[in-house]
């Protein structure tokens, strides 16, 4: 890769950053005010989840505009990033107890068309969009080449967790499997607190 390739390269990963940021807020609303319209627990983590990932992919949007003009702020991203971590931990013991509380009491979400409709948008546009970024990042040199491929596998995780989330209402929905629900909040949990690790060890901030 020649040096006066990287400019062109860090304004494309900028964009997809801006583009992740427009596209999660939009699911975040839906998915959040869909799940709790349907008591829908699979759903409603998947958008706080989705609410989440647009403060992070802030700070890298921040990290990949600082790397290109001037010196990032390292400590305050770090900072930043741990307050992230630590509202993945308590999304991941919200959805443990209320999906308990379902097991437990037998609760029965109602069938969430646009729930459906959001986390199958979630399935085509997610895999788009890390792709891209794969590509643009194997484009950049050094550490901001590194943090757009983190990035990437960031969202490919993110169209993991739409898939277990349609997976629990389809269940519901087609074959009335009322523990898939929080079943799958389950696996939102498991994705919550890895990406909360991970937000935690500055893993987007390292060089």
């Known amino acids: 890769m020649t040096l006066g390739a990287t400019p062109s390269a860090v304004h494309t990963a900028r964009r997809l950053e801006a583009a992740t940021v427009g596209w999660n807020t939009i699911e975040a609303a839906v998915a959040v005010v869909s799940g709790l319209l349907a008591g829908s ?7 706080l989840d989705s609410g989440i990932e647009v403060a992070s992919a802030l700070i890298v949007l921040a990290r990949l505009r600082a790397g290109a003009d001037g010196e990032a702020n390292e400590t305050r991203e770090r900072r930043a990033l741990r307050a992230i971590a630590v509202t993945f931990f308590a999304l991941a013991v919200y ?13 029965r979400p109602d069938t969430s068309p646009a729930g459906i409709a ?14 891209a970024k794969a590509a643009v990042g194997r484009r950049i040199d050094g550490p901001l080449g590194a943090l ?55 893993e987007l901030c390292d060089d």
């Not at 308990?100 to 009491?105: A, E, G, K």
């Not at 959001?118 to 792709?131: C, D």
């Open 41 to 47: 627990v699979a759903l409603t983590g998947f958008g």
């Open 95 to 107: 959805l443990t107890a209320d999906g308990i509380h379902n097991l437990v009491t037998a609760s």
């Open 118 to 131: 959001i986390s199958t948008a979630a399935l085509v546009v997610m895999p788009v969009l890390a792709r």
């Open 148 to 202: 757009v491929l983190a990035d990437a596998a960031e969202t490919r995780l993110c169209a993991l967790l739409a898939a277990a989330t349609l997976g629990g209402l389809l269940a519901y929905s087609i074959a009335g499997w009322w523990w898939a629900d929080p079943a799958a909040g389950f696996v939102v949990v498991y994705f919550a607190i890895s990406e909360g690790l991970e937000a935690w060890h500055g």
